[in-house]
C-alpha cells in the first residue's frame, strides 16, 4: 500500500521505525504462520505485523487494545502499519502464533550487528531476574484442598440435579439454576484438571530423581565395610498434600526478588548479555525455577551457535554451583562467578555498612574449586573482569524494566511466555542497536565504538520533550523549528 508523502515526511530519518522495518525484511516469509485457505477478511502483511510489535515494545506500548490505538495517534506507528489498523483481536493472534518468525528475526538482528562489527561475543554476562506472570497469587490451591473442594462441588452438583427433579421450575428459575449448576461443573473441572497437572509435575520429578537414587544405592552397595546411615528413599511419585498450583497460569511459581521483598506470581527471566561493550542480549529463556542455581547452563546453551561461543562467563552468586561451573570449565569456557553474596570483589573505600553486619565470605565446605574461584576473584585481573558484569548485564534489566516499562507478562504459560521475553529482547536489541550506530542522516557517518562511546542522542531526547500523543510533536519540521528558537 503507498504511504501519503506527508506521513513519509513526518516520520524523522533517525527514527527507529526505518530501522525495524529494515530487519524484519531479513525475515525469511516462511516462519510466518498464515491462512492459506483464502477464506475470512483480507490479510495484514506478516512482516508489517512484526515491525509493529517490534516498535511497540520498544516504547512501552505492549496491550494489544494499546497498539491498535496507537496506530490511530502515533505517527511512527502509523507509517509501520501503512496506514492501516489493525484490531486488537488480530494482533494479539500473531503475536501469540508466530513465535518462529520472533526468534528467526532475533537471529537476524544479532548477525545484522556482527555484520557492522557491533557485536563480538567474547565476555558474556548472565543473571535473571523476576517478572510477574498474567495470574494472581490468590489464585493458588493445595492438592489436598483442591479434592476437599471437589467433593464438596460434586455434592451440590447432585443437590441441584435432585432439586430440578423434584420441583416444577418456575419461568423466572428456569434460568437461574442451568448457570448455578454451569458455573460449578465449570470449577469442577478447574480443580480436577489441576490436581492432574500436580500429580503430573510429580511423576516427572520423581523420574528426574530416578538417577540420582539408584547411583546413591550403587555407591553404597560398592563400600567394602558395611553400610552406615539410612538407606536412602526412593523418590516420591505421588505429590504432598500442600503442593500447590495456580488456576489461572498453573507454570508460573511463587518467587520473591530478595528476602525483603514478598513472594508474588512470577517467572525467572534469564539473559545472557555481551559484555564487550555493546550490551546486546544474544541469549534469552524464561526458567521457572525462583533460584538460579542450576540455569547458567541452559542459559549458555541458548546463545544462537551462529552468533558466536561465549569465551568468558560472568555471573553473580546466584549461580554458584561446583559441579556446573566444573562442567563449563571443562567445556574451555572460562567462568568468573563470586563464590557467596558476601564476596566483595570492589570493596568500597567508606563502607557504609557497620563491621559487625558485614559477610565475612565463607567458603562453603572449603570445595578446592571454591577455593580457586575465589582467589580468582581476588587478583587484580580478576577483579578487572568482572565488574564489567555490573556495567552490562545489570542496566539491560534497567532499561527493560523502567525505560520500556515491562514488568509483566500478558501471556500464559511457560511456552509463550518464552516467546514473549524473546520479543522483549528483540524489541530491547533493536532498541539498543540503533542508537549504538547513532545519528540520523545529514549530520555524517556514526562514530566507531567506544567503550564509553553510546552514540549521539537522538533530537527528540536533548529536547527533552514530554510525551504526548499529538502525532503533530513527532514530525520533523515541528521539532527543527523549536530546537532553532
Request: hydrophobic letters at 35%.
Amino acid at each position: 500500500m503507498l504511504l501519503p508523502v506527508d506521513l513519509r515526511e513526518w516520520v524523522a530519518d533517525d527514527d527507529m521505525a526505518h530501522f525495524v522495518l529494515a530487519a524484519v525484511e531479513r525475515v525469511g516469509a516462511g516462519k510466518f504462520q498464515v491462512n492459506e485457505r483464502g477464506c475470512g477478511s483480507e490479510q495484514y502483511p506478516p512482516r508489517m505485523m512484526l515491525a509493529l510489535l517490534i516498535y511497540c515494545y520498544s516504547h512501552g506500548i505492549f496491550g494489544s487494545r494499546r497498539i491498535e490505538q496507537a496506530t490511530y495517534r502515533q505517527v511512527s506507528v502509523r507509517y509501520i502499519a501503512a496506514n492501516t489498523h489493525p484490531d486488537h483481536d488480530t494482533i494479539c493472534t500473531f503475536r501469540r502464533e508466530n513465535f518462529a518468525a520472533v526468534a528467526e528475526c532475533f537471529l537476524e538482528v544479532l548477525e545484522l550487528a556482527r555484520e557492522v562489527g557491533i557485536l563480538q561475543v567474547g565476555t558474556v554476562a548472565v543473571d535473571g531476574t523476576r517478572l510477574h506472570a498474567n495470574a494472581s497469587k490468590h489464585r493458588n490451591i493445595g492438592y489436598e484442598r483442591a479434592g476437599e473442594l471437589i467433593a464438596q462441588l460434586r455434592a451440590d452438583i447432585a443437590e441441584l440435579l435432585a432439586r430440578a427433579e423434584r420441583e416444577d421450575l418456575q419461568p423466572e428459575e428456569s434460568a437461574a439454576l442451568p448457570k448455578e449448576l454451569a458455573r460449578r461443573e465449570k470449577l469442577c473441572e478447574k480443580l480436577e484438571a489441576a490436581r492432574a497437572a500436580i500429580e503430573e509435575r510429580a511423576r516427572q520429578r520423581a523420574q528426574k530423581e530416578r538417577a540420582d537414587f539408584e547411583a546413591k544405592l550403587q555407591a553404597r552397595a560398592e563400600r567394602p565395610s558395611p553400610p552406615r546411615g539410612r538407606k536412602p528413599k526412593p523418590p516420591p511419585s505421588e505429590p504432598e498434600p500442600k503442593e500447590i498450583i495456580n488456576l489461572s497460569d498453573g507454570d508460573s511459581r511463587l518467587m520473591r526478588r530478595s528476602k525483603s521483598e514478598a513472594y508474588e506470581q512470577s517467572y525467572n527471566a534469564q539473559a545472557a548479555v555481551c559484555a564487550e561493550g555493546s550490551q546486546l542480549i544474544v541469549g534469552a529463556r524464561v526458567s521457572q525455577c525462583a533460584s538460579d542455581r542450576n540455569e547458567l547452563e541452559p542459559t549458555l546453551a541458548a546463545i544462537p551457535a551462529q552468533v558466536g561461543t561465549a569465551k568468558i562467563v560472568l555471573s553473580d552468586s546466584g549461580f554458584m554451583n561446583s559441579a556446573a561451573l566444573g562442567r563449563i570449565s571443562e567445556s574451555g569456557v572460562e567462568v568468573y562467578c563470586a563464590v557467596s553474596a558476601g564476596t566483595v570483589v570492589n570493596p568500597r573505600r567508606y563502607e557504609f555498612r557497620p563491621p559487625e553486619r558485614r559477610c565475612e565470605n565463607p567458603v562453603e565446605h572449603q570445595d578446592p574449586r571454591l577455593v580457586a574461584m575465589k582467589e580468582k576473584l581476588e587478583s587484580q585481573a580478576g577483579r578487572a573482569i568482572y565488574g564489567r558484569r555490573k556495567s552490562s548485564v545489570e542496566p539491560v534489566f534497567g532499561i527493560i524494566k523502567q525505560a520500556m516499562g515491562f514488568r509483566q507478562f500478558l501471556l500464559r504459560g511457560v511456552d509463550k511466555v518464552s516467546g514473549e521475553w524473546q520479543l522483549v529482547a528483540l524489541a530491547y536489541n533493536c532498541k539498543r542497536l540503533c542508537r549504538l550506530r547513532g545519528g540520523h542522516k545529514g549530520r555524517g557517518p556514526a562514530r566507531g565504538l567506544h567503550k564509553n562511546h553510546r552514540g549521539p542522542r537522538p533530537l527528540r531526547r536533548r529536547l527533552r520533550l514530554h510525551r504526548r500523543s499529538d502525532s503533530l510533536l513527532r514530525c520533523r519540521g515541528y521539532l527543527r523549528s523549536r530546537h532553532t528558537r
